[in-house]
């Protein structure tokens, strides 16, 4: 698949001081990870070796041998259309390095040295080793489809690591040979750190640690390879495993770069830095790959977090308490529909009023029964507002959108845009007017998924005082008022899993299946699919439809995956007129607002 590559980490089953049969393992290995589609393939500190050979290191056979292991290692793998990285002793004049070699194509495309020597408690380094020169310029190494650095171990534990200036040139992967010792605590840790630097960078981070193999005299190693993208772990091996161990993901290169890119901060950073970066080129034909599994649920993964569901009520509760305290009001005014965006936006006006200890009779919840209006939604607004605490009103609208549309000339019998819109404008007319009587503001309900199709009736639902939703997928709203669901008591816990559960319709035409949404744009989790990966990722639309047809797979067919990201498309670009002019809301995942994540002309072919 277009800009994505499989990346690993391994650990192998070494044999301490043993080098040409590590080179033999470390070569098996390589040859594994390319059958699974892997492009780049990180081993261990020192694994040519092992870590642990203490004064072996200044013995001229073990380094003499550890040389001919990486050429052993470089023939093995002259075949395979894979990066390998592995460690070893190189020594120079009367200087013994700690080094990764990059090998591809049966040559070494480059040598990196360690910088940063731990000496300190199981550690003693520096007595063997000698750090790189402070003036050697850091490598980037430019495979052609991708680029990445490389640092070994405790460069990464250091304030500044190399990885970190890197970044300045654009690092699509970093990886870290490691043989960091294990015990309690620390592997929490080590991974706290992969994830960080991986988040910091907007990068791709592995990260193979060395295993059991080692020597057990005074600490042990746990041998997890482990695999960051973007600050979150993706691939993970087991601690102290006897086995030898390969953890493999795939990357999105193009994804990170478009991310970075938006980032000015990551490319900006070390712009002044006195420390040089040099450009090593591999001219490499590596193997693109597809992904084994694609989560049909993007916005769920990457704003996941334990209990999210109360975090975001709690980001929606501050914004809008503190909008209502510069606004100097003590009321708001929300119409509830008995559907799932204004049930949300009820959850959080009502965690605003909580946090400033107001009554949450001083939330208005008009119910507005109109032209397309069925009973149970209608009824199911209402006892949702009660159940609340909040104050109903019950204002039909359906009288003043007849007089009107008659005012206008409108035909009585035609179920046109202007019968429905007429509706939408008339509910935020009603709104605003109680609003304005109340000394109260007007908490707006559209979701996130509805501002980037559109789906919003421009001077109606697109307006409002306050717009809670306007970060919130769909999918993500119902994901969340099943999660508040279960943990209340009833009736609300009934009545917002009956929500959660109901078709999604506007109810501005009479019948139900001229009001079900996703029959007339289709189905909102594909919708959020193509928005995540078209707004966070920058995705084509041709990657965009890959990536759904595995997501999706057996759940849709190819035809209706294809025909709705069309849908997506076009009414993506021709509503940003509506999104210029939208209102404010607090950022909860991604923002479509021009003072927050994104701005385009309105004038696009």
């Known amino acids: ?361 001083d939330i208005i919840a008009v119910v507005m029964p109109g032209l397309g209006s069925t009973s149970r939604t209608q009824e199911r607004a209402a006892a949702l507002a009660e159940a609340m605490g909040t104050t109903v009103r019950v204002v039909d609208i359906s009288d003043s959108c007849r007089m009107h549309l008659a005012g206008i000339g409108h035909d009585k019998d035609k179920r046109d845009i202007a019968y429905e819109n007429a509706q939408a404008r008339e509910r935020m007319q009603v709104l605003m007017d109680i609003a304005n009587m109340e000394n109260a503001l007007v908490v707006g309900t559209g979701d996130l998924s509805e501002i980037a199709l559109g789906w919003n009736t421009y001077g109606g639902d697109h307006i409002s005082m306050y717009q809670l939703n306007a970060s919130v997928p769909k999918t993500m709203v119902l994901a969340a008022l099943r999660l508040v669901a279960e943990a209340s008591s009833e009736p609300l816990r009934s009545l917002l899993a009956e929500i959660a559960d109901a078709p999604i319709t506007p109810e501005l035409v009479p019948g139900a299946a001229a009001n079900d949404t996703e029959s007339r744009l289709g189905p909102y989790e594909l919708h959020d699919f193509f928005l995540f990966h078209y707004l966070s990722n920058g995705a084509s639309p041709d990657k965009i439809e890959e990536l759904a047809k595995i997501a999706f797979a057996g759940k849709y067919p190819v035809d209706t995956i294809g025909e709705t990201l069309k849908t997506f498309l076009r009414r993506f670009r021709n509503s940003q007129y509506k999104r210029n002019c939208v209102p404010d809301g607090p950022k909860i995942t991604l923002s479509l607002s021009p003072r927050a994540d994104w701005r385009m002309p309105s004038d696009l072919p």
């Open 1 to 361: 698949m277009q800009g994505v590559f499989k990346i690993a980490a391994a650990t192998p089953r070494l044999r301490l001081g043993d080098a040409e049969a590590n080179a033999l393992e470390c070569a098996r290995m390589a040859e594994a990870a390319s059958r699974d589609g892997g492009a780049a393939v990180v081993f261990p500190e020192l694994c040519l070796t092992g870590y642990t050979c203490g004064d072996l290191f200044f013995r001229g056979d073990l380094l003499a041998s550890a040389s001919a292991a990486l050429e052993c290692f470089a023939e093995k793998t002259s075949n395979l259309p894979i990066v390998s990285i592995v460690g070893l002793p190189v020594a120079e004049g009367a200087a013994i390095y700690n080094a990764a070699a990059v090998v591809y194509g049966g040559a070494v495309a480059g040598i990196v040295r360690k910088r940063a020597l731990p000496n300190y408690g199981e550690y003693y380094e520096r007595r063997q080793f000698t750090p790189a020169p402070q003036d050697e310029p850091i490598s980037v190494f430019d495979a052609g489809p991708f680029r990445f650095c490389v640092e070994i171990c405790e460069d990464l534990w250091t304030p500044t690591p190399p990885s970190s200036i890197a970044a300045s040139q654009g690092v699509d992967v970093a990886f870290n040979l490691s043989a960091s010792t294990d015990y309690l605590g620390k592997s929490h840790r080590r991974n706290e750190l992969v994830c960080g630097q991986s988040a910091r960078l907007g990068c791709a981070y592995a990260m193979a640690s060395s295993g059991t193999g080692e020597s057990s005299c005074d600490a042990v190693f746990g041998g997890s390879p482990v695999i960051s993208v973007d600050g979150r772990m993706v691939a993970a091996g087991e601690l102290f495993r006897d086995a030898p161990q390969i953890v493999v993901a795939a990357v999105d290169v193009e994804a990170l770069r478009y991310r970075r890119r938006s980032m000015s901060s990551i490319g900006n950073a070390f712009a002044a830095s006195s420390i040089r970066v040099q450009e090593i080129r591999l001219r490499a034909n590596l193997p693109e790959a597809t992904p084994d599994a694609v989560p049909d649920s993007p916005f769920l993964i990457e704003y996941a977090e334990p209990a999210w569901h109360e975090k975001l009520l709690g980001i929606q509760g501050a914004a809008l308490a503190r909008r209502m305290t510069s606004a100097h009001v003590k009321r708001l005014v929300i119409g509830v529909s008995g559907g799932a965006d204004s049930a949300l936006a009820l959850l959080g006006a009502a965690a605003a009023v909580d946090r400033m200890d107001l009554p949450r009779t």
